[in-house]
């Protein structure tokens, strides 16, 4: 496994890998890897005939306030994944080589980035965005992969991709869970026992707005309600930040569940904001 | 040549072309060709190995009561100065091809498209670089060609594709002027005698702030208020819209001509709003 430092070698390694045929496959993380992007990892290898992984800690994507500074950068650990994981180059550009001279070009995506975690969060997605451009225009993957925890940052990317004509292919990979059902994230490691007990009530708000729409039940309102039961009975959820039933392509709220809905919850929990979502086509129940 | 309608048939001859080892020239173009596009395209030819001219009056960067309906539109015309510059493709994909859902998705760059032309069109650059960054992943061009004459556009479009790392070269070829100085353009055949004549006093304006730098003068004021002189010679410039002394670098104004400047220059005359511009470097002379 190669470790590029640079925008330069990180090119060349993949226009060799290019010259012989192969498919490039590239998964962006900001490193802290966990089984959650090991999961993506594993789809590229599955599918691409050469994986890059990109590590890099986007100040882009951070507002004011937020945890760049303690981000977790175990970079030795992600490196000693990505071996295991079959992984061809490790992309690890320092923010001189990402942000050269001051960024003065965005790429923003109107409306899908204003509700959900773009109320909390405005400039984040367009720091998504716009390292996710840069990244695409340094890789040229055929194939990039995204998970769907971040649903909202998903559904985005795809837009993007296909409103710029991108040259490639957006694959979302499922979102893996721990034992418990809390989804994984690097920022799970900011839990303590209790809070991390706490968390796996995002999930089980989730599956009860599951079996709820399996019983029938398709006011937003009431399903929105019960999953609010659910959240407080977990005292370290300091703040429900949203609970949405959206439309799955437009993001925009629904009324009623109909067709393929997203279900979106973001807590507070000691010093996380935590996120986690099911994708429903009622449709095809 | 080859007339591509379809983003998917132009990719196929580009790609042909590659993979002979072509370089890629591309030179975007909202067609009504005249010797101003001819220039790029000869450059681009000269450069390149596989030549690639788009024509799509982009509806995105024309502003509410500005010229899209009347936008000159001579296809037939184009693609015989086409095939006599020896392009390889004509890439004219219809509105369905370029926008084929509502597009959210938007490139803009900051603070450069703020000043100048940016003042009265607010929205113009941002639809020239979206559709451009399409453009270029659609054709995937080692080398894009785009005129001097369009000087903020030129300076927009080479920040966007360095922040964004967008693997192609920007090249920017001299404006071409008319015999009595007028810079070419599109939007030049609107005009009637009078007006022709009147607009030659644009580039005889800039003639004469070249003159007073060269006589030493560094006021921006001074060397504006003489440019303004001549242009109200003209009784068919009904506005001066700007006269403008800016850094070439960052577009902000500068009280004094240091090291290199850009003079530029835009008016109302007849149906027309004509620009035009001079770069200067000081230091140099």
Redesign the interface.
């Given at each position: 496994m190669e470790v590029a430092r640079t925008?330069k070698s990180v090119?060349e390694f993949v226009k060799a890998a290019r010259s012989k045929g192969k498919k490039i496959g590239l998964a962006p993380t900001m490193g802290a890897l966990h089984i959650g992007h090991i999961s993506l990892i594993e789809a590229a290898v599955k599918e691409c005939d050469f994986v890059v992984v990109s590590i890099f800690v986007n100040p882009a994507q951070f507002g004011p306030g937020e945890d760049f500074q303690e981000y977790p950068r175990p970079f030795e650990a992600d490196l000693e994944i990505c071996r295991k994981a079959g992984v061809d180059v490790v992309f690890a550009p320092g923010p001189e080589q990402m942000y050269?001279?001051e960024?003065?070009?965005?790429?923003?995506?109107?409306?899908?980035t204003e509700g959900l975690c773009g109320r909390s969060r405005p400039t984040h997605f367009r720091g998504v965005?716009?390292v996710c451009?840069?990244l695409f225009?340094?890789v040229?993957p055929d194939t990039a992969f995204f998970g769907q925890k971040d649903a909202q940052q998903a559904i985005v990317i795809k837009?993007?991709a296909?409103?710029?004509?991108?040259?490639l292919e957006i694959v979302i990979c499922p979102t893996v869970r721990e034992p418990g059902g809390l989804a994984v994230s690097s920022r799970n490691q900011y839990l303590n026992e209790k809070e991390k007990k706490d968390a796996t009530f995002i999930y089980k708000s989730l599956q009860q707005c599951q079996q709820l729409i399996r019983d029938g039940v398709t006011q937003s309102d009431a399903i929105i309600s019960e999953m609010r039961k659910i959240l407080r009975q977990a005292s370290s959820i300091e703040e429900i930040e949203y609970i949405s039933v959206v439309d799955a392509e437009t993001l925009q709220d629904v009324e009623k569940v109909e067709g393929a809905v997203l279900v979106a919850v973001a807590v507070k929990i000691g010093p996380s904001r935590l996120i986690d979502n099911i994708l429903l086509d009622t449709s095809k129940e």
């Open positions: 925008i090119r050269r001279t960024n003065l070009t965005w790429v923003s995506v109107e409306k899908l965005t716009t451009t840069k225009n340094i040229a837009r993007m296909a409103d710029l004509n991108m040259p």
